[in-house]
């Protein structure tokens, strides 16, 4: 059932959305084209309308309204579109014997050891004082320059080899080479240090002619490390994905093609696309914060009946909605940490976990049985293929989604999303049938009454 032209397309959104801003910005330019409007350029609100509601360039919130009254509830597809990565400090260059390096942060829940000796990209944003930005992406074309982060030869690994892996690689040695100089004998004279050309200062000659950025412009940047390079076919078949950032971007990108591409009904539907997941959901991007309910406010607001909080709370708590998540694809290599029984597989349709959390389930919103139910009859129906799974067995670990952050509306959630391997690492995998079937299930899903 792989649709081939939704993966290509799919393809190109992890291409060209490496960072939250990316993926938010490519969501609006399709919206747009398929007729929503800023809600803010909107005075009333009918059946049919498409609007949209963004922040900060970095959470964005889709709505086509539909002919009952909104009081009734919504159908939510709920993503983030945040991937773990590196963050760029807001004092980061230095040069360390004749080596320029950017010193980073790591964001999210990362292996740190998984992300030295990569060839590494730059995304993002630099704000200047003056009002004006700097939009920022090396590393992506091939005549763009790449970065990495260096290791220990084995030859001289054996202190390093003996510690654990959390430890051998530490989050301050994660900075990013950036740039060179050749030592001279001028090197040893201190008189002539003062004057001469350092690595440090070439590199910033060379960001303030191609940016026209100053060293201190970093204070006001936005500048995320990535893998360098495009998602690609893995496997001889061609079956499998490897691409960063599929979690959540694989969920995010079925749940707005689906939205954008649906009619309205009876229901009003809604994509939420949020930030920040992997740290939290905090933020004001996040869904932790009021960005969800601000928006819904100003669609309603724009109604007939007009803005009441009764009638938001009433929404709310009558909505149903998939927390579009990805989860654990079993891993043959590691077979011991899953519950095979209870496992997701690829190529085995989109997962549905009825609650997520760690261990005694916590964190986990805790799905009711009669929602799962409606919506196991709903795809049927379909024909999409969907497995009931957990992340991993009990006392491994675990994690969470933004499904109990909307279950405190009192709304039906359920996590629903596409099967990952190496979740988290650089480079992710995903299963073509399992992109596809997701964006069905999520079309089938707003159909729901």
């Known amino acids: 059932m792989k649709n081939e032209s939704l993966i290509t397309d799919y393809k190109k959104f992890l291409d060209n959305g490496k960072t939250e801003r990316e993926c938010v910005s490519q969501i609006i330019s399709w919206a747009e084209k398929s007729g929503f409007r800023d809600v803010y350029k909107t005075d009333s609100l009918k059946a049919g309308d498409k609007v949209y509601v963004q922040k900060m360039n970095k959470a964005v919130a889709l709505f086509v309204v539909g002919s009952e009254s909104i009081e009734k509830g919504m159908n939510i597809l709920g993503a983030h579109v945040d991937s773990p990565r590196l963050d760029v400090k807001q004092n980061p260059l230095y040069e360390n014997n004749f080596l320029v390096y950017l010193n980073t942060h790591y964001y999210g829940g990362i292996k740190k050891y998984q992300w030295v000796t990569l060839p590494l990209a730059i995304h993002g944003v630099v704000c200047k004082k003056d009002g004006t930005s700097v939009q920022v992406c090396v590393g992506e074309s091939e005549t763009d320059p790449v970065f990495c982060i260096s290791d220990i030869l084995p030859h001289l690994a054996q202190k390093q080899m003996k510690e654990t892996a959390s430890d051998f690689i530490p989050g301050e040695s994660l900075d990013l080479i950036t740039g060179s100089s050749i030592p001279s004998k001028d090197d040893e004279n201190s008189e002539s240090k003062k004057d001469k050309i350092t690595a440090k200062k070439a590199i910033l000659a060379i960001l303030k002619e191609k940016y026209g950025i100053e060293e201190a412009d970093f204070g006001s940047a936005e500048l995320e490390v990535v893998p360098a390079g495009k998602a690609r076919d893995l496997g001889f078949d061609r079956s499998l994905i ?14 707005a093609r689906a939205l954008i591409e649906s009619n309205a009904g009876t229901r009003t539907n809604c994509c939420l696309c949020v930030d920040k997941e992997e740290i939290g959901s905090v933020g004001a991007t996040g869904m932790g914060s009021h960005f969800f309910e601000n928006a819904l406010a100003e669609v309603i607001a724009r109604l007939p009946f007009g803005y009441s909080e009764l009638s938001l709370r009433r929404c709310l708590a009558n909505c149903n909605m998939l927390s579009s998540d990805v989860n654990a694809a079993f891993d043959p ?8 029984e209870n496992a997701s597989f690829l190529n085995g ?8 959390g760690s261990r005694g389930k916590s964190g986990a919103s805790d799905a009711n049985p009669e929602f799962i139910a409606r919506l196991r009859g709903l795809l049927d129906k379909a024909g999409v293929t969907y497995q009931m799974a957990e992340l991993g067995k009990v006392d491994q670990g675990g994690g969470g989604t933004i499904a109990y952050l909307a279950a405190k509306y009192g709304m039906n959630v359920l996590d629903a999303g596409v099967p990952v391997l190496s979740m988290h690492a650089p480079w992710e995998i995903t299963a073509k049938e399992d992109i596809s079937q997701a964006y069905e299930a999520y079309k089938a899903f707003l159909t729901l009454e």
Do not use: E
């Open 242 to 255: 490897l691409a960063y950032g599929q979690d959540d971007r694989s969920c995010a990108y079925t749940s």
């Open 333 to 340: 290599m590691n077979a011991d940490l899953f519950d095979k």
């Open 349 to 356: 349709g989109i997962v549905f976990n009825k609650y997520t």
